[in-house]
């Protein structure tokens, strides 16, 4: 049976996840559940993701194991099961259709006449928060699939309407290429993902064939800004708009950019020229400002007005991991955030210098060592926002380590360009560092797309013990 015809198939009644949990997964099998299918699903232990799927009635075994496999009509799994997990092998050899997390989201994105797929380097989660709040502000009850966690809509994935599906299109091997946009973003074409990629051309390559995935009558919204991004918008098939903070020529852009204390920017829209509405963000950073004319673009192409605009992005508070203040103890604010690219790494810290603080603390994970080596270079120069850098051991993710590259050159690297970084290893030994030397009014910043996040938990959780002793 084609791929293509899977969800169309009265023979499809029942479908098993492997790797259920992950957050993408868990939001896929909870779409499917409420368009009729019985879900049921496998991780390597519980957690709140699989307590909220079993509570929705789908069946969740906290291993992985041959007997999971009763019979299912189709199998879906994550990309990071193996050939050899036990439920693929016992699917295969039952003959049941196998495919992978991202085709499955390209077959449900196909059921929706007009699905809006995110791309970019950096910046997806929180352009399609965005695009999902204009797009609830306005009516539209659009279904929706974010790779991070959004208050507003209680998680990462809610359940709307048969006509709007937002998500996003990660480019990570390629998986976008499996999506179906109507509309498509590109945010940003950057080098990336160089553990599959060979070369910058090579993504570009990549995001060509994405955009060309668009039907001619579909949208392509690019940033204006962006050299590589304009460079295929020249190319595509289908009507193209375009945003920019900084070029001048763009269909839609910001003027009269103003930061509060907190380094959230007020600004005026322009479309071709005309005035469309003023814009208050409650996120920080100019990057968010770009961020922010990609959703409106997109969204006012889909029929948004001024109005769900304006309101829709005033109510946006950012999603989780994503600048997310994690609190407040004797004065010390801590606050964390995904970035894990150079580039990203370069926003967060301007943006957290356009906030109140005195002394701006980054405490960093890089993100595989792949990225950690390739990026080398382009890492030792990004760190300049911060008066001071804490590398901590490289988060392998996917990898292995084959010793060729390690947090303390990083470090090194970094001191080299003259700022004051220094490499310290395991999390404990990074909070005994910083309630040594961080005093209130200061900022700390733990950034990186692993588990950075625990080491600014664990601060504010021994500063609140010795302050209220």
Avoid at 257 to 278: E, M, R
Avoid at 303 to 317: I, N, T, W, Y
Avoid at 334 to 355: C, F
Wanted: charged share 25%.
């Amino acid at each position: 049976m084609h791929d293509l015809n899977l969800l169309e198939s009265d023979k499809i009644k029942y479908i098993h996840f492997i790797g259920i949990g992950g957050i993408s997964m868990s939001g896929l099998a909870e779409i499917l559940l409420s368009l009729g299918y019985k879900i049921s699903g496998s991780d390597m232990k519980s957690s709140k993701i699989t307590d909220k799927l079993e509570k929705l009635g789908v069946k969740v075994t906290p291993y992985h194991g041959e007997e999971n496999i009763t019979n299912p009509d189709l199998v879906v799994y994550t990309a990071a099961v193996k050939e050899n997990n036990p439920e693929m092998i016992k699917a295969r050899s039952l003959g049941v259709p196998v495919i992978d997390r991202a085709t499955l989201l390209g077959l449900i994105m196909k059921r929706y006449p007009y699905s809006i797929a995110v791309s970019g380097t950096h910046g997806k989660t929180t352009t399609t928060s965005m695009i999902t709040m204009i797009m609830l502000e306005s009516g539209s009850d659009p279904t929706i699939h974010i790779g991070g966690e959004l208050d507003a809509i209680g998680g990462n994935t809610k359940i709307g309407g048969n006509n709007y599906f937002i998500s996003e299109a990660c480019e990570y091997v390629e998986s976008f290429l499996k999506f179906y946009p109507f509309l498509a973003v590109i945010l940003n074409i950057e080098a990336d993902h160089l553990d599959y990629y060979r070369d910058l051309d090579h993504i570009k390559e990549a995001f060509y064939k994405f955009i060309s995935l668009v039907p001619e009558n579909g949208y392509v919204v690019g940033c204006a800004d962006d050299a590589n991004t304009m460079e295929l918008l020249e190319k595509a098939h289908c009507h193209r708009i375009t945003y920019g903070v900084h070029n001048e020529n763009a269909m839609w852009a910001a003027k009269d950019i103003t930061f509060d204390p907190l380094g959230c920017a007020s600004f005026k829209v322009y479309s071709k020229g005309q005035f469309f509405t003023d814009i208050k963000l409650n996120v920080p950073g100019i990057h968010n400002v770009s961020n922010a004319l990609a959703a409106i673009a997109s969204c006012s192409t889909l029929g948004c007005d001024a109005k769900s605009v304006q309101q829709g992005l005033e109510k946006f508070f950012g999603t989780h991991r994503r600048f997310e203040l994690k609190g407040i103890e004797d004065g010390i604010k801590v606050v964390d955030d995904y970035a894990h690219h150079p580039s990203e790494v370069k926003a967060t810290l301007q943006a957290a210098k356009n906030t109140h603080h005195n002394k701006l603390w980054c405490v960093f994970q890089p993100h595989t060592y792949t990225r950690t080596k390739c990026l080398m270079d382009e890492f030792s120069v990004s760190f300049s926002g911060a008066d001071e850098v804490i590398v901590s051991d490289i988060y392998a993710a996917r990898e292995p380590d084959t010793g060729e590259v390690h947090s303390s050159m990083l470090a090194e690297r970094i001191a080299s360009t003259g700022e004051k970084a220094i490499y310290i290893k395991g999390f404990e030994a990074i909070t005994d560092y910083l309630l040594e030397h961080v005093q209130p009014e200061d900022l700390v910043l733990t950034m990186g797309a692993g588990d950075i996040y625990k080491v600014g938990e664990m601060l504010l959780e021994r500063k609140k013990g010795t302050t209220a002793v």
